[in-house]
């Protein structure tokens, strides 16, 4: 009989801090038997937030908080502008906070970054790292009253006016070589006018780079998890199959390929930092079941 695959879950793989206390603070609130929103869902991963709508909690848009009052709502740990806030106490909704704390002291140094400057006859020019229309993205450039840029790598640079005075920072989760690029383009325009950047990537998420690439170069075929709305996710399954063209993206256990493992000694599964161990488990269980199956015919 054909030997049964080593099955591996990334001991790295799974939800950051932020994600653990946002989910928590849903399911502490839900527990009580009140009702809940999150503004935008709690994280990028529809498995987990389907689980959480079974206990009572409810996914809004901006739009829809326009029109509720004297209710709860949770904001995710990507964070919020200022603007939700004011509308929040004007319509008489509880906020529960759970923005990330990196991501709230990122929104707190740009925020007085904009304030100490603003009334500056030549203000300098705050750049963010970071993909457009990002929720942590938008709550960054909400402390600015929306006079930042966000650039999504070296050719967003071009029309910029780089001779004034800029003060450049980073999406949380965003790639230190990304980063380093924008800073040496930067570098490599500007005549004149001082330049001053900011090292603001979340060291927890960056560091999965190069442990998931590790993981994945050590197993035969690897099993990406994770929710197709996650930017995260995309970045590090590109990294998997990288180093690993076996790599598969999936969303859970029902997109398993059986024919994947055929002759396959080892199998690795890992996933973004929206990813649920429990889901990941989920698969695991899946893929054993499938090469048991397969084993017996």
Request: proline share 4%; charged share 25%.
């Amino acid at each position: 009989m054909p030997e049964t695959p080593r099955i591996e879950i990334d001991a790295d793989s799974g939800f950051c801090f932020g994600v653990v206390t946002a989910i928590r603070k849903a399911e502490e609130e839900l527990r009580d038997g009140g009702s809940l929103y999150c503004l935008g869902d709690i994280v990028h991963n529809s498995n987990e937030v389907d689980r959480l709508v079974a206990k009572g909690l409810r996914t809004i848009t901006h739009s829809d908080l326009a029109t509720l009052s004297g209710c709860k709502v949770l904001l995710r740990a990507h964070g919020e502008p200022p603007s939700t806030y004011e509308l929040a106490r004007e319509r008489g909704i509880e906020i529960i906070d759970a923005t990330c704390p990196v991501v709230l002291q990122l929104q707190k140094r740009i925020k007085s970054a904009y304030d100490s400057t603003r009334a500056l006859p030549n203000p300098p020019l705050i750049l963010i790292y970071g993909k457009p229309g990002h929720a942590e993205v938008n709550g960054l450039v909400g402390q600015t009253g929306g006079t930042a840029v966000v650039v999504q790598g070296v050719d967003d640079l071009e029309g910029l006016d780089l001779e004034r005075d800029i003060l450049l920072y980073s999406q949380t989760t965003k790639s230190l070589s990304g980063f380093q690029a924008v800073i040496e383009e930067i570098r490599r325009r500007k005549r004149s006018g001082e330049f001053r950047y900011f090292d603001t990537i979340c060291r927890r998420v960056s560091g999965r780079l190069p442990r998931i690439r590790e993981f994945a170069a050590s197993h035969e075929v690897i099993l990406f998890v994770s929710g197709r709305k996650s930017s995260n996710g995309q970045a590090l399954f590109e990294q998997c199959r990288e180093v690993n063209p076996r790599s598969y993206f999936i969303s859970d256990a029902t997109e398993i390929d059986a024919t994947l493992f055929a002759d396959v000694k080892s199998i690795g599964i890992c996933g973004a930092t929206s990813t649920p161990r429990w889901l990941m488990e989920e698969v695991a269980s899946e893929v054993q079941k499938t090469i048991e199956d397969a084993l017996r015919e």
